[in-house]
């Protein structure tokens, strides 16, 4: 579904990606591990358009995306979940679910978004500046379920989050993979990782450094202390 190939991007003069190679098979959960400055959100945001400067390769289905602009990959079938959220404060909760356009068949309906998420039903009236840290998570995720887009990329879902909660987005990815979405995921938390993803890739600097099959997680531990610093 997603392959990217020496994607490079700059902030100004700071090259902060440095030729990132990885894909993503459809109908995967897929995690970008790595420190902090490592270049995990910046791929993201590159993927999406969000960064003026980039060059390389990340086609989407078949299709070259560095280029065009964000509008058009969102429309494609792209949705990203940023770490800050972007919920509309003056909005409530119906009203932030109802305000992305739907970009393709197979999004998800309000009854099956507030089956998936009851503590979006109970506060369906709320504001947005009403809502915890947790529920604007959920509700920032669910928008875009709405939309119709097939590859979900989330940046640092669980930044933050009572273990309560992150309970919770563990069980909601698991349960919109087996609906047929894919997800790119970026991670600093790998243990919780380590129960939704199929696949990790590590960045470090700006570049991708290795691949770990989730199944092989647990015997590549020390290894990954190493480059997570943990």
């Known amino acids: 579904m997603l392959h990217v190939a020496g994607l490079n991007a700059w902030y100004g003069e700071s090259h902060i990606l440095q030729g990132v190679e990885f894909t993503v098979a459809e109908g995967e959960v897929v995690t970008l591990l790595g420190r902090n400055g490592a270049g995990k959100s910046t791929t993201l945001k590159s993927i999406m ?107 640092e879902p669980t930044e933050g989050l009572a273990p309560v909660i992150v309970q919770q987005i563990g069980r909601t990815i698991r349960e919109i993979k087996q609906r047929g979405f894919t997800v790119l995921l970026v991670e600093q938390n790998f243990r919780f990782a380590a129960t939704v993803a199929d696949r990790h890739y590590v960045m470090e600097h700006g570049r991708v450094i290795d691949m770990i099959p989730n199944a092989e997680l647990a015997s590549s531990m020390d290894k990954l202390h190493d480059y997570l610093g943990v």
């Open 49 to 155: 358009g969000l960064v003026a400067s980039r060059s390389g390769s990340a086609k989407f289905r078949g299709v070259e995306t560095v280029g065009m602009r964000s509008d058009r990959i969102a429309r494609a079938g792209v949705a990203l979940c940023p770490e800050e959220r972007g919920i509309f404060a003056g909005l409530n909760v119906t009203e932030n679910l109802l305000l992305p356009p739907v970009v393709a068949p197979g999004g998800l309906d309000l009854d099956t978004l507030y089956t998936l998420f009851p503590n979006l039903k109970e506060r369906a009236r709320s504001q947005g500046t009403r809502l915890s840290g947790g529920e604007q998570q959920m509700l920032a995720i669910a928008r875009i379920l709405r939309t119709g887009a097939r590859l979900l990329m989330l940046d």
